[in-house]
């Protein structure tokens, strides 16, 4: 934690009043896609923490960085404790200048170019927007992720509101149907904390207001092989941190699912068929066409080639 405050520190020469912040792990697959539509949005800085990660993740993004000056790796593999991680680093930042923030997961992508999330902040006199998530769903043939597999993710879930654990437990509705909190964009001056998956955030004069023009498209499960990162990979990681049952616990829910032998079920609760529908336990819901994450995907793509950067590698596995 201490080099990662110290490179923090460094990169402070470089004045940003506009970051992306991430922390990753395996996510050989898709990070460079995500990593470069945040730059696109128009960031100053994209920071990217590598905690640990052993299936080529690291060595994809320190190329990335060489090419692009606004992206910036930190090596961190200490113990997943994700809000303590976040909450110091950005607090690096909002605490010496007023700086606009996005956090984003490595299966997330923000809607929200930098210039509109300013003009909103400046016209509705507040310094948070509080947004949807969207879950959109991958194709049921999507076994494990390949070079364009990202291409099939153009439907999405209709969300359902309600205790979001017991809903996904009962097989009421599955994982990606379920309406997640909303996450949030700021603009903070001072120390900053972040809670865990960016759902909220606390800092002095928070002033915050929904505005459904943004949103975080969220791909939760891109191939059946996320499956089982989560149950065997995740988990473990955050087992020992979890205070209670009812946090982080889409992890241990698959963890619990697996151990079961319920992949294929699972699978087919969050994945959608040549039809375009979902097999939640028996119930065929339809997921709707929106090629909103695919779009912007697209566009990360085109930069990445104009970049001459790799943008996807075949993860490394034991």
């Not at 940003?16 to 949005?41: F, K």
């Not at 299966?107 to 999330?117: F, H, L, S």
């Not at 439907?155 to 309406?179: C, K, N, W, Y």
Request: contains cysteine.
């Amino acid at each position: 934690m201490n080099n990662l405050v110290q490179k923090s520190t460094w990169i402070q020469a470089r004045s940003p009043t506009s970051i992306a912040v991430c922390i990753v792990r395996n996510t050989v697959d898709l990070i460079a896609l995500t990593v470069l539509h945040h730059c696109l949005l128009g960031v100053d800085l994209c920071l990217v923490i590598d905690n640990g990660s052993t299936d080529g993740t690291a060595e994809l993004l320190e190329i990335i960085a060489k090419k692009l000056s606004r992206v910036t790796v930190i090596h961190d593999p200490s113990p997943f404790r994700q809000a303590d991680i976040m909450s110091k680093l950005i607090d690096e930042f909002t605490r010496r200048r007023p700086t606009i923030v996005f956090v984003f997961d490595a299966d997330e992508c923000w809607n929200a170019p930098v210039e509109q999330i300013a003009n909103f902040f400046k016209t509705e006199g507040v310094n948070a927007a509080e947004c949807d998530v969207v879950n959109y769903v991958q194709s049921r043939s999507v076994t494990r992720p390949s070079h364009f597999s990202w291409l099939k993710a153009y439907r999405r879930a209709t969300p359902i509101p309600g205790d979001l654990r017991t809903l996904v437990r009962d097989h009421q509705h599955s994982f990606v149907e379920i309406q997640y909190p909303r996450k949030v964009l700021f603009r903070a001056e001072g120390p900053t904390t972040i809670e865990t998956g960016a759902h909220n955030v606390q800092f002095d004069g928070k002033r915050g207001k929904y505005d459904r023009r943004f949103s975080c498209l969220h791909l939760p499960l891109r191939s059946r092989s996320e499956l089982e990162k989560r149950a065997y990979d995740y988990e473990p990681r955050r087992a020992p941190f979890r205070p209670n049952e009812h946090y982080s616990w889409q992890s241990l829910y698959f963890r619990e699912a697996l151990d079961r032998n319920e992949t294929d079920a699972e699978w087919r609760a969050n994945s959608y068929d040549r039809s375009g529908y979902l097999d939640v336990f028996g119930r065929a819901t339809k997921a709707q066409i929106d090629f909103g994450l695919v779009e912007r995907l697209c566009k990360a793509y085109a930069y990445g080639l104009y970049l001459r950067v790799p943008m996807w590698r075949r993860p490394v596995t034991s």
